[in-house]
C-alpha cells in the first residue's frame, strides 16, 4: 500500500491559547516496499505524523490516503486498515501485560483476526516469535516479565508482527539497546521486510541507521517537510542538518574530515560502502 499525505496539518488545543501546530501542510508519498526512515529533531512533527498513520490521531486538514483508505473520511474502515499497519511505540517492551509470551503475543490476533485459532494461531505466534530470534517452545510459557530487557522487545514486537501487517511503523525501536542489539533489530527488520512487511517505516536519532539501511528519509522540520532523499543524496549536505541540530553519521563526519582536505568521496555513507571508496582512493593515490 502507498502512503500519501496532501496537505496535511494538525494542530494540538487548536481551539485554545494553547494550540501548537504540530503539522504544517505536510506533503509527503511513501511508496509501497520502502525502507523508509524518518527524521528531525524534537518537536519537529515527526510523531505527530506517525500517530496519523493508522488513525490514532485524526485527519484534522488536508488528506491521508494508505493504499485505497482515506483517512479523512470518517466512514472509513479504521479497523482493517489497523489490522494493516502495524505499529510499535518507543520502548514497546512497556506494553506487555499477560501472564504468558504466548498470550502477549496472541493478543493482536484475537483482536484483528479472531477467526484464527487452534493450530493455525499456534502456528502464527510460532513465526512471529522465531522472526525476532526467539526459540517458540522456550519461551511460550513463559511469563514475559522474565526476560531479559532485549527479549522482551522482541516479544513485544512479535505481538505487533503476528497479524502479519503490510506496513510495520517503529519509533526508534533500537532506542536504549547496545551495539549488538540494535544491530540484531535491524536484521530481523530486513528479515521482515522480505517477507510480509512489505513497508517499514522508522524514526530514528540514530544516523548510522539511517545511513546502513534506508532507502529513503523524510527530514522533519517545524511541522513540515525539509527534505525527502536517499542517503546518499541526504548526507552530503550534511551541514544543513548540523545547522537543524541533528547529528550526522560516523561516515558522514569522515567525509567532511576528507572534504577540508580537499578529497570528495562519492559514498553511499554506509560504512562498507564509505571503507571501500576510502581505499580505492588511497591505493590509486599511492600507485601514482
Given at each position: 500500500?502507498?502512503?500519501?499525505?496532501?496537505?496535511?496539518?494538525?494542530?494540538?488545543?487548536?481551539?485554545?491559547?494553547?494550540?501548537?501546530?504540530?503539522?504544517?501542510?505536510?506533503?509527503?508519498?511513501?511508496?509501497?516496499?520502502?525502507?523508509?526512515?524518518?527524521?528531525?529533531?524534537?518537536?519537529?512533527?515527526?510523531?505527530?505524523?506517525?500517530?496519523?498513520?493508522?488513525?490514532?490521531?485524526?485527519?484534522?486538514?488536508?488528506?491521508?490516503?494508505?493504499?485505497?483508505?482515506?483517512?479523512?473520511?470518517?466512514?472509513?474502515?479504521?479497523?482493517?486498515?489497523?489490522?494493516?499497519?502495524?505499529?510499535?511505540?518507543?520502548?514497546?517492551?512497556?506494553?506487555?501485560?499477560?501472564?504468558?509470551?504466548?498470550?502477549?503475543?496472541?493478543?493482536?490476533?484475537?483482536?484483528?483476526?479472531?477467526?484464527?485459532?487452534?493450530?493455525?494461531?499456534?502456528?502464527?505466534?510460532?513465526?512471529?516469535?522465531?522472526?525476532?530470534?526467539?526459540?517458540?517452545?522456550?519461551?511460550k510459557d513463559k511469563s514475559p516479565f522474565?526476560?531479559?530487557?532485549?527479549?522482551?522487545?522482541?516479544?513485544?514486537?512479535?505481538?505487533?508482527?503476528?497479524?502479519?501487517?503490510?506496513?510495520?511503523?517503529?519509533?526508534?525501536?533500537?532506542?536504549?539497546?547496545?551495539?549488538?542489539?540494535?544491530?540484531?533489530?535491524?536484521?530481523?527488520?530486513?528479515?521482515?521486510?522480505?517477507?510480509?512487511?512489505?513497508?517499514?517505516?522508522?524514526?530514528?536519532?540514530?544516523?548510522?541507521?539511517?545511513a546502513e539501511n534506508c532507502s529513503n528519509?523524510?527530514?522533519?522540520?517545524?511541522?513540515?517537510?525539509?527534505?525527502?532523499?536517499?542517503?546518499?543524496?541526504?548526507?552530503?549536505?550534511?551541514?544543513?542538518?548540523?545547522?537543524?541540530?541533528?547529528?550526522?553519521?560516523?561516515?558522514?563526519?569522515?567525509?567532511?574530515g576528507l572534504k577540508k582536505c580537499g578529497?570528495?568521496?562519492?559514498?553511499?555513507?554506509?560504512?562498507?560502502?564509505?571503507?571501500?571508496?576510502?581505499?580505492?582512493?588511497?591505493?590509486?593515490?599511492?600507485?601514482?
Open positions: 500500500m502507498q502512503i500519501i499525505a496532501k496537505g496535511l496539518s494538525y494542530t494540538y488545543n487548536k481551539k485554545s491559547p494553547f494550540a501548537v501546530k504540530a503539522l504544517d501542510n505536510v506533503n509527503l508519498t511513501i511508496n509501497e516496499g520502502e525502507f523508509f526512515g524518518i527524521i528531525g529533531h524534537t518537536g519537529s512533527g515527526k510523531s505527530t505524523f506517525l500517530q496519523h498513520l493508522n488513525a490514532l490521531l485524526p485527519v484534522m486538514d488536508g488528506q491521508l490516503f494508505i493504499g485505497n483508505y482515506d483517512l479523512s473520511n470518517k466512514k472509513s474502515n479504521f479497523r482493517e486498515l489497523r489490522s494493516k499497519i502495524g505499529m510499535v511505540f518507543q520502548y514497546p517492551e512497556y506494553q506487555l501485560f499477560a501472564d504468558t509470551v504466548y498470550a502477549d503475543v496472541a493478543f493482536g490476533l484475537n483482536n484483528f483476526m479472531p477467526q484464527i485459532k487452534g493450530a493455525e494461531l499456534s502456528q502464527n505466534i510460532k513465526e512471529a516469535l522465531e522472526i525476532v530470534g526467539l526459540n517458540y517452545n522456550e519461551v522474565d526476560l531479559s530487557g532485549g527479549q522482551k522487545r522482541r516479544v513485544a514486537i512479535a505481538g505487533v508482527i503476528a497479524t502479519k501487517p503490510e506496513i510495520l511503523v517503529l519509533d526508534e525501536p533500537a532506542a536504549g539497546l547496545d551495539p549488538r542489539g540494535k544491530k540484531e533489530i535491524m536484521e530481523f527488520l530486513h528479515i521482515l521486510h522480505k517477507s510480509w512487511c512489505k513497508t517499514i517505516i522508522f524514526v530514528s536519532h540514530d544516523m548510522d541507521e539511517i528519509t523524510a527530514v522533519f522540520n517545524k511541522g513540515g517537510i525539509e527534505a525527502v532523499l536517499p542517503p546518499k543524496e541526504l548526507f552530503k549536505n550534511s551541514e544543513r542538518l548540523i545547522e537543524l541540530g541533528l547529528d550526522i553519521p560516523v561516515t558522514a563526519t569522515a567525509a567532511l578529497i570528495n568521496l562519492d559514498t553511499d555513507f554506509n560504512t562498507e560502502d564509505f571503507i571501500s571508496k576510502t581505499v580505492n582512493y588511497y591505493n590509486t593515490m599511492h600507485n601514482n
